[in-house]
C-alpha cells in the first residue's frame, strides 16, 4: 500500500496509476490498481493511506481476496475434519480399551472354570476309589451271604424241631437286611456320579459356547509378525507409517483389492527402539478377503534370501487355540528330531507335504 508510482499499470483498466490519483497496491499480488477501478471508497482510502506502514493492516484486491476466502475456507474445513479424526481416534482407542479389558475378563474366566474342573476331576478320583471300596465291600458281603445261604442249606435240611426253625428265620432276616444296605448304597453312589457328570458336561458346554464366540470376533482377524515399527513421537505419524507399510505389502502378495479396516499394533509400546517390532493386527472388512491374505501370503517366501526382513502372517487365534498349536508344533519338532522329514500343520494335524506324498507313493509303486 505504498505511494503510486508513474511506471505502474492498473491491472484492471491497464492505464498507468500516476502519483497524483488515488492508487493502491495488493499485498497479495502486488499488483497496483485505481481506488475507483476496485470500487475502495474514500474514507477506506484514506484509511489505508494513513496507515500505510503498519504491518497488521492489509489490503487484497477483489481478484485475491476471492482467492484467499477460499484458501481459508479450505484450511477451516481441514481444520474441522482433523478434529473429527481426533475424537475418531480417540474412540476407537477407548473402544479397544474395552476390548481388551474383556478380554482379559473372559481369559480370567477360562481360567477360573479350569480350575473348577481340576478340582472336580480330583474329587471324582476320590469317588472312584470310595466306590471301588464299596464294590469290593459288596463282593466281601455277598460272599459271607453265600457262605450263610450253604450253611443254612447244610444245617436246615431236616428242620425237625422249633429251634432250627428260628435259627433260619433269623439267618434269612440278617440276609435281606445285607442285601438292602448294599443295594441302597450302591444306588446313592450311582445318582452321585450321575450329578457329577452332568456339571461336567455342562461346564465343558460353556468353555465350548466361550471358545465359539472368541473364534467369531477374530474370524477377519489376520495377525502380522516382523514389520518394522515407526520410532515417531506423534502417534498419527506411527499410524500412518503402519498404513504405508501394510499397503506395499499387500501389493507385494498381490492383494491389492483387499480393504483393510483397522491397523493396531498389539502390546505396550517398547521404550527401547532396538527391540523387536510389536506385531499388527490387521482387520478386513470380510472372512473372504482375511482368506485371500492368507493364501497369497505364500509370495512373501525369499525375503530373508533378498537380504529382507522376514514377515510372517497368520489367522487371529484364540488363547486355547495358541495353546493347541503350541502343543503341535512341541510334536512336530519331536518328530524333525527323529529323522522324520517335509512334515507340516494343516488343519490342526500334522501331515506330510502333498509333494512328498506323491513321490513316497509313486516310488512304492515302483517297487511292487
Known amino acids: 500500500m505504498g505511494p503510486p508510482r508513474d511506471n ?3 491491472r484492471d483498466c491497464d492505464s498507468t496509476v500516476t502519483a497524483s490519483q488515488q492508487g493502491l497496491q495488493c499485498d497479495c499480488c502486488e499488483g497496483w490498481f485505481h481506488s475507483g477501478c476496485e470500487k475502495v471508497s474514500a474514507v477506506t482510502y484514506d484509511f489505508l493511506s494513513k496507515h500505510a506502514e503498519e504491518k497488521a493492516i492489509f489490503w487484497f484486491c477483489n481478484g485475491c481476496e476471492t482467492s484467499y476466502r477460499k484458501i481459508i475456507t479450505t484450511v477451516v474445513r481441514i481444520d474441522n475434519a482433523q478434529k473429527q479424526l481426533d475424537d475418531k481416534v480417540e474412540a476407537i482407542k477407548k ?3 474395552s476390548k481388551v479389558h474383556d478380554i482379559d475378563n473372559i481369559v480370567a474366566n477360562q481360567q477360573r472354570t479350569e480350575d473348577k474342573i481340576d478340582v472336580f476331576m480330583a474329587s471324582m478320583t476320590k469317588k472312584g476309589d470310595k466306590i471301588e471300596s464299596v464294590e469290593v465291600n459288596q463282593k466281601r458281603m455277598e460272599d459271607k451271604v453265600d457262605a450263610l445261604i450253604t450253611w443254612k442249606d447244610n444245617t436246615c435240611k431236616e428242620p425237625h424241631d422249633k429251634m432250627a426253625q428260628e435259627t433260619q428265620k433269623r439267618v434269612e432276616e440278617k440276609m435281606n437286611e445285607i442285601i438292602n444296605t448294599v443295594k441302597n448304597q450302591s444306588k446313592i453312589d450311582g445318582h452321585y456320579v450321575h450329578s457329577c457328570v452332568e456339571d461336567a458336561v455342562k461346564i465343558k458346554m460353556n468353555m465350548d459356547q466361550q471358545e465359539e464366540e472368541e473364534i467369531k470376533k477374530r474370524r477377519h482377524n489376520v495377525i502380522l509378525h516382523g514389520l518394522a515399527e515407526s520410532a515417531a513421537d506423534s502417534a498419527d505419524d506411527r499410524w500412518s507409517h503402519d498404513e504405508s507399510q501394510v499397503l506395499d505389502l499387500l501389493h507385494d502378495i498381490q492383494c491389492d483389492d483387499v480393504s483393510i479396516d483397522k491397523i493396531i ?15 499388527l493386527m490387521l482387520v478386513a472388512s470380510s472372512e473372504d478377503q482375511k482368506d485371500k491374505i492368507l493364501r497369497c501370503a505364500k509370495n512373501l517366501r525369499g525375503r530373508r ?3 529382507l526382513q522376514p514377515i510372517f502372517l497368520h489367522q487371529d487365534l484364540t488363547p486355547n487355540q495358541r495353546a493347541a498349536r503350541k502343543l503341535l508344533i512341541q510334536e512336530l519338532n519331536d518328530r524333525k528330531s527323529q529323522g522324520e522329514q517335509n512334515l507340516i500343520i494343516i488343519n490342526g494335524k500334522i501331515t506330510q507335504r502333498r509333494a512328498h506324498l ?10 511292487s
Open 305 to 307: 534370501d533378498k537380504g
Open 8 to 10: 505502474h499499470i492498473c
Open 95 to 97: 473402544t479397544l480399551d
Open 265 to 279: 499394533r498389539l502390546g505396550k509400546r517398547p521404550d527401547d527402539q532396538s527391540a523387536k517390532p510389536r506385531p
Open 358 to 367: 506323491s513321490a513316497a507313493r509313486a516310488t512304492q509303486g515302483t517297487s
